[in-house]
C-alpha cells in the first residue's frame, strides 16, 4: 500500500477524522437541522389545521349568511304581498266608493229630473187650465160661473191625464 502512495496510518487519521467529523455534524448540525425541520413541519401543519377550521366557520357563516338572507327574503316577499293586497283593498273601496258616489248622483239625477218633469206637468196643468177658462170665457162668455168653469176644466185635465 505504501507503493500505491497510501499510508495505513492516514487511513486511519483519515477515519478518525471522518467519525469525528460525523459526530461533530451529528451533534451541531443535524440535530439542529432536524429539530428546526420538525418545528417548522409542525408549524406547517397547525396552519393547516387553522386554514381549516378557518374554511370551516366560513362555510358554517356563510350557511347562516345563506339562511337569513333567506329569511330576509321571505319576510320582504311577505311584506310585499301584504302590500299589494292592502293596495288592492283600497283599490276595490275605492271603486266601491266612486260606484256608490256614482250611483247616488244618478239616483239625485232622477230624482231631479222626475221633479222636474213634474213640475213642469203641473205648471203645463197650470197653463193649460188657464188657457181653457180664457177659450171657455171667450166661447161662452160670462154665462158659466167661475166654480162651473174650474169644474169643467178639471175635468178636461183629468181626461188628458187619462189619455197619456
Same mark, same amino acid.
Given at each position: !500500500?505504501?507503493?500505491?502512495?497510501? =499510508?495505513?496510518?492516514?487511513?486511519?487519521?483519515?477515519?478518525?477524522?471522518?467519525?469525528?467529523?460525523?459526530?461533530?455534524?451529528? !451533534?451541531?448540525?443535524?440535530?439542529?437541522?432536524?429539530? !428546526?425541520? $420538525?418545528?417548522?413541519?409542525?408549524?406547517?401543519?397547525? #396552519?393547516? =389545521?387553522? $386554514?381549516? /377550521? %378557518?374554511?370551516?366557520?366560513?362555510?358554517?357563516?356563510?350557511?347562516?349568511?345563506?339562511?337569513?338572507? $333567506?329569511?330576509?327574503?321571505?319576510?320582504?316577499?311577505?311584506?310585499?304581498?301584504? $302590500?299589494?293586497?292592502?293596495?288592492?283593498?283600497?283599490?276595490?273601496?275605492?271603486?266601491?266608493?266612486?260606484?256608490?258616489?256614482?250611483?247616488?248622483?244618478?239616483?239625485?239625477?232622477?230624482?231631479?229630473?222626475?221633479?222636474?218633469?213634474?213640475?213642469? %206637468?203641473? @205648471?203645463?196643468?197650470?197653463?193649460?187650465? =188657464?188657457?181653457? !177658462?180664457?177659450?171657455? /170665457?171667450?166661447?161662452? #162668455? #160670462?154665462?158659466?160661473?167661475?166654480? %162651473?168653469?174650474? /169644474?169643467?176644466? @178639471?175635468?178636461?185635465?183629468? =181626461?188628458?191625464? @187619462?189619455?197619456?
Amino acid at each position: !500500500m505504501e507503493a500505491l502512495g497510501i =499510508s495505513p496510518f492516514g487511513i486511519i487519521a483519515y477515519i478518525i477524522n471522518f467519525v469525528i467529523l460525523v459526530v461533530l455534524l451529528q !451533534m451541531f448540525l443535524y440535530k439542529p437541522v432536524t429539530q !428546526m425541520l $420538525a418545528q417548522r413541519q409542525q408549524r406547517i401543519a397547525d #396552519g393547516l =389545521s387553522a $386554514a381549516d /377550521r %378557518a374554511a370551516q366557520e366560513a362555510a358554517l357563516q356563510r350557511a347562516e349568511f345563506e339562511k337569513e338572507l $333567506a329569511r330576509a327574503r321571505e319576510a320582504s316577499q311577505v311584506e310585499a304581498k301584504k $302590500a299589494a293586497e292592502a293596495t288592492e283593498r283600497m283599490r276595490q273601496d275605492i271603486i266601491s266608493a266612486a260606484q256608490k258616489e256614482a250611483e247616488e248622483i244618478r239616483a239625485r239625477a232622477r230624482a231631479e229630473a222626475e221633479q222636474e218633469k213634474q213640475q213642469v %206637468a203641473a @205648471d203645463l196643468q197650470k197653463e193649460a187650465a =188657464s188657457l181653457a !177658462m180664457q177659450i171657455t /170665457r171667450k166661447v161662452v #162668455g #160670462g154665462a158659466i160661473d167661475e166654480t %162651473a168653469q174650474r /169644474r169643467l176644466v @178639471d175635468q178636461f185635465l183629468a =181626461s188628458m191625464g @187619462d189619455a197619456k
